[in-house]
C-alpha cells in the first residue's frame, strides 16, 4: 500500500498552454509530463486538455488516433480536465460547428461565446467545492456550456453561464486556472485522480 | 473592491493577463499569413491556430515594391466571418492609428510589424495604451525587451520575410536565446551595465536573468518554408512560428499548410517530419540574403 507508486498527471501536448499546467502540477508536487501519442496517455493516471485552439487540437488528436485513446481512458474512469479548448473537445455537442469532439460530456457549448479577444476578461467566481475566498478566473474567448444534461453538475457560474461542470469523472472549465497563482482548481482535479488511483489499488 | 458577498463579481476586461494569456494559448501552433477569405479558410482548415490578414504576402511586397499598408478592412472583416479561430492583422511600425482602426473593428491581436513600410522612424507604437494585445519583431534581446517594455504581449523573430530563407530567423533566435543564457550566469551588479549596453528596461533584464526566458511567448517568424524549418526553429527555442509566404507561394498550399502544422506539433521526431515532407511540390521560391542590399531587407527596420 505505502509504495504505490506516484501519480503521474498527463498533459495533451499537440498545441497550446501546456507549460503553465505543468509548472502548476509540478508545484503541487506532482510528477507532469507532457503526452503527444496513444502510448504515453496508457501511462497516466489523470489527464489535462489544456487551452489552445480546439480546431487545431481536434485535428491533430484525430491525425494521430488521440481521440480514440482518450475516449477509451475516460470510459475507464480516469479523470480528465478541459481548461477551455479541453472543455470544448470534451462535449458532446459544439454549437454550430461540426468541428471533432471527444463527446464525453453530456453538454452543449458556445465557443467564442463572451466575444473576441478585446471582450477577453477576469472575474470572479464562487466555486463551493473549492471555498472561500472567490477565485479569480481568466477568461480567453472563452467557450462556455448553454445546455448541460441532469448527470451534469454545475460548480461555477459567471452572470448565469456554466464555466465550471463536472460529469463524474470528467470537469470542464471555461477559464484558464493555470494562469493565475492559485492552485485550488488543480488540487480538486487531483483529488479525483488520487481518489480513483486509490479505487483502483484496492480491487 | 470585489468584496466577499458582493453579487457581482468585478470584471476587468483586456488585462496583462488576458493578452499574454492569448499569446500562450497560440503556443504550439502555426498562425498563417492569408490575403483573403479563401485562404484564410483552407489555413483554418489546416489546423493554423491563427491567421495574419495583410494585403500582400511579404514576397509580393518585395516584387512589387511600394508602400505597403494595413490591410483593407473589408478583407479583414470578411476573414473575421468565415474562420473561428483569431484574426491577427499587420499594422505598420509606429502607425498608432491603423492600430487604432483595427482594435475598433475587433483583430484578436496586432501585429507592429517590418514587413509593412514604416510610419515612425523613431518611436514604436505605446502598445499599453491598448485592449488588443500586440505582437512585435525582435532580432536580439535588446529588441525583445523594449517592444514588451512598450506593452508587446508576444515577441516573434524578425527573420527576413518573403524570402523563403530561414538563415535570418535562426541568426534573430539564436541571439536572443544565447543573450538569455549568458544573462542567467551574470552577478547581480553586472545587470544594469548589461542593461545600458542592450538598451533595454532594467527590470526586464533583472526578471530574464532570474527566470532565463521572455516574460511574453517568444516565436518565431521570417522565411519559414518548410516542415523541416519549423522544427528547426522550435528547436532551437521558438514556441510557436508564423508562416508567411511559404504556404500560399508553394505549389500547393492546403497540403504544405497541414504538414507544417503537424511539423509543428511534432518538431522532434525527425520519423514524423520525414513522413510529412514527402510529396509536398515544390516550395516557395527562395532568395539568398546575402545577394540583397540593404535597403531590401526587412529585418533591418524599426
Not at chain 2, 121 to 135: G, N
Request: proline content about 4%; hydrophobic content about 45%.
Amino acid at each position: 500500500m505505502i509504495k504505490k507508486t506516484n501519480i503521474i498527471i498527463g498533459v495533451l501536448a499537440l498545441q497550446g498552454a501546456v507549460e503553465p499546467h505543468i509548472k502548476m502540477l509540478k508545484q503541487l508536487g506532482v510528477d507532469a509530463t507532457a503526452v503527444r501519442s496513444p502510448e504515453e496517455i496508457d501511462q497516466i493516471d489523470g489527464l489535462i486538455i489544456p487551452g489552445g485552439e480546439s480546431t487545431t487540437v481536434g485535428k491533430l488528436m484525430a491525425r494521430y488516433g488521440i481521440d480514440k485513446k482518450i475516449i477509451i481512458r475516460a470510459k475507464e474512469g480516469m479523470p480528465i480536465m478541459g481548461t477551455c479548448t479541453g472543455m470544448i473537445l470534451l462535449a458532446k455537442e459544439i454549437v454550430e460547428s461540426a468541428q471533432l469532439r471527444l463527446g464525453l460530456i453530456d453538454c452543449a457549448i458556445l465557443r467564442n461565446a463572451f466575444g473576441r479577444q478585446v471582450d477577453s476578461f477576469e472575474a470572479d467566481l464562487s466555486i463551493d467545492q473549492i471555498g472561500e475566498p472567490a477565485y479569480r478566473a481568466v477568461f480567453i474567448r472563452a467557450p462556455y456550456a448553454l445546455k448541460t444534461g441532469d448527470n451534469v453538475n454545475v460548480l461555477a457560474r459567471h452572470n448565469g453561464r456554466a464555466v465550471l461542470i463536472r460529469q463524474g469523472n470528467l470537469l470542464g472549465c471555461a477559464f484558464h486556472p493555470e494562469l493565475t497563482d492559485d492552485t485550488r482548481v488543480h488540487e480538486y482535479f487531483l483529488q479525483l485522480v488520487k481518489d480513483w488511483v486509490k479505487e483502483g489499488s484496492a480491487c | 473592491m470585489g468584496k466577499k458577498g458582493d453579487k457581482m463579481s468585478e470584471v476587468e476586461k483586456s488585462t496583462w493577463k488576458t493578452k499574454v494569456g492569448l499569446a500562450e494559448m497560440l503556443k504550439g501552433g502555426v498562425i498563417m499569413d492569408v490575403t483573403n477569405a479563401e485562404q484564410a479558410k483552407i489555413a483554418e482548415d489546416a489546423g493554423a491556430v491563427a491567421v495574419m490578414a495583410l494585403e500582400r504576402v511579404p514576397a509580393d511586397i518585395r516584387k512589387e515594391g511600394g508602400v505597403a499598408r494595413m490591410a483593407s478592412l473589408r478583407v479583414i472583416k470578411e476573414i473575421m466571418e468565415v474562420v473561428s479561430i483569431p484574426v491577427m492583422a499587420k499594422a505598420r511600425i509606429g502607425h498608432f492609428a491603423e492600430a487604432q482602426v483595427l482594435e475598433s473593428i475587433g483583430v484578436d491581436f496586432v501585429d507592429e510589424s517590418e514587413v509593412l513600410t514604416p510610419a515612425d522612424e523613431f518611436y514604436h507604437i505605446d502598445k499599453h495604451a491598448f485592449k488588443v494585445p500586440f505582437v512585435c519583431g525582435c532580432r536580439d534581446l535588446g529588441d525583445a525587451l523594449r517592444r514588451i517594455g512598450e506593452g508587446a504581449a508576444m515577441i516573434r523573430t524578425k527573420g527576413e520575410a518573403g524570402s523563403g530563407n530561414i538563415v535570418e530567423a535562426v541568426r534573430h533566435m539564436r541571439s536572443v536565446v544565447s543573450e538569455m543564457n549568458r544573462l542567467k550566469t551574470m552577478r547581480h551588479e553586472e545587470l544594469m551595465t548589461y542593461a545600458k549596453n542592450l538598451g533595454a528596461p532594467y527590470d526586464l533584464v533583472v526578471e530574464v536573468a532570474k527566470t532565463g526566458k521572455l516574460p511574453v511567448p517568444n516565436f518565431s517568424a521570417g522565411g519559414i518554408a518548410t516542415p523541416a524549418d519549423a522544427s528547426l526553429m522550435m528547436q532551437l527555442g521558438a514556441e510557436a512560428v508564423f508562416v508567411g509566404s511559404g504556404i500560399f507561394k508553394s505549389q500547393d498550399p492546403a497540403k504544405r499548410a497541414k504538414a507544417i502544422v503537424d511539423a509543428t506539433t511534432y518538431y522532434n521526431k525527425p520519423e514524423v517530419i520525414a513522413e510529412l515532407s514527402m510529396d509536398l511540390g515544390e516550395a516557395m521560391p527562395g532568395l539568398d540574403i546575402r545577394q540583397m542590399e540593404e535597403k531590401d531587407k526587412f529585418s533591418t527596420r524599426g
